[in-house]
């Protein structure tokens, strides 16, 4: 009997070690979407909020029929799979659900480690990868990309956001400055380049600089250092679990600064649930709230509110965001093309629940930044003043 040419097509492929999944979806009755997220380790504190803001996307969209693609309405699966904080993981994941899979795209994880591991892997495959949580400096600085986009804001609107806030209130320091930074991608870029040159243009006088391994848990000595320098400002770059701990080992030290910025682990929810009152007063770099005027904005916070029973965070909007430029690409495209599917998300010009997306020639859209602090358990905006809907505190409250 004579083998159908579909069949006898098929058998060649697997005879060479190519799967449906290597073309994306042959015969699809459904999109298959990949994501590794940070669900477990250091960083786990980032990947429930995205893991939400995706999963919530996606549901949507299949509620309403799904995703025309080749004139037949498709359902979005979504496939994530947990990098544990770990990069190494994060690319295996990649390389995982590309082939076993068969996700046609990818969402990314959380900071410049982990996104960028991921994206890498998918440049590689020429697979579309769509993701927030990576800021632009870190993401652009590794590669030209093709396939890999972000949306985030930029290091340099980060980095000088305390002092133009400061301007703007006219607030009174010593001007004296201490910086601790860990050694990651934007920790480097932030703590030991961008900040020390704004301080010095803005005429602080950076009286201490620290740089310490991501994985550090004692800071007892550089907190000494920066509390015999008077330091009125405190700039922190860290992950979560390290920003916690300086904190904490601030108040023990009887160190209250008049201003402490702690980017990157001041963000989760989970740095206030952790510190209590000790929290109260820190600022970190923000873009989202709900209170902006971006479509969907507020419903997007009070719908996470009312089904986790927990504080919104920005994370659900960057995430949220991405995987929608994705889906609107796909329905663009109309196709399950790999390449058509890339050249739609170049295109994409729309706001979102985070703004207006629109990706330039590095494939980044900037987010513009805000300044959040903690108060009472739940993070205000407090800058520029045209956004804020909360009052400064200042000076941060006495450690006890």
């Known amino acids: 009997m004579t083998t159908p040419f579909r069949v006898r097509s098929v058998a060649s492929m697997i005879a060479f070690g190519i799967t449906f999944a290597s073309f994306g979806a042959l015969a699809a009755d459904e999109i298959v979407i990949g994501a590794s997220l940070p669900l477990s380790g250091a960083l786990a504190g980032f990947g429930g909020y995205q893991k939400w803001g995706y999963e919530t996307a996606v549901g949507d969209v299949n509620k309403a029929g799904g995703i025309t693609v080749d004139g037949k309405k498709l359902k979005v699966k979504l496939v994530i799979r947990d990098d544990k904080s770990d990069p190494n993981v994060v690319a295996g994941n990649i390389e995982t659900l590309i082939s076993r899979d068969g996700a046609v795209a990818m969402l990314g994880s959380c900071t410049p480690a982990l996104v960028n591991a991921g994206a890498l892997v998918a440049e590689r495959r020429k697979v579309p990868l769509v993701a927030g949580c990576d800021p632009l400096g870190a993401f652009k600085s590794v590669r030209a990309w093709k396939y890999a986009w972000v949306m985030f804001f930029d290091e340099v609107d980060l980095a000088t956001a305390g002092f133009r806030m400061m301007a703007d209130y006219g607030l009174v320091t010593n001007k004296k400055v201490a910086i601790l930074a860990d050694n990651g991608p934007d920790g480097q870029v932030v703590g030991g380049q961008l900040w020390p040159a704004n301080a010095k243009a803005g005429g602080y006088e950076v009286v201490h600089s620290s740089s310490f391994p991501v994985d550090a848990q004692q800071f007892t000595s550089m907190i000494g250092q920066a509390k015999a320098g008077n330091a009125d400002l405190v700039l922190v770059d860290a992950i979560p679990p390290q920003a916690i701990a300086i904190r904490k080992q601030m108040a023990a030290a009887g160190f209250s600064p008049k201003l402490l ?140």
Do not use: C
């Open 261 to 400: 910025v702690m980017e990157k682990g001041a963000e989760p929810e989970q740095f206030a649930q952790a510190l209590g009152k000790l929290a109260d007063g820190v600022l970190v770099g923000g873009y989202w709230d709900p209170s902006f005027p971006y479509p969907g904005a507020a419903e997007l916070g009070k719908r996470f509110e009312t089904e986790t029973k927990q504080t919104q965070s920005q994370h659900i909007a960057d995430s949220h965001a991405a995987a929608q430029v994705l889906m609107d690409a796909m329905a663009t495209a109309g196709s399950l093309d790999r390449e058509k599917i890339n050249t739609a998300i170049g295109k994409t010009n729309k706001s979102y629940v985070i703004g207006p997306v629109k990706f330039d020639a590095s494939n980044t859209s900037a987010i513009p930044i805000t300044v959040m602090q903690w108060q009472g358990g739940k993070s205000v905006v407090v800058w520029p003043k045209d956004r804020a809907n909360g009052k400064l505190v200042f000076p941060m409250p006495v450690s006890n």
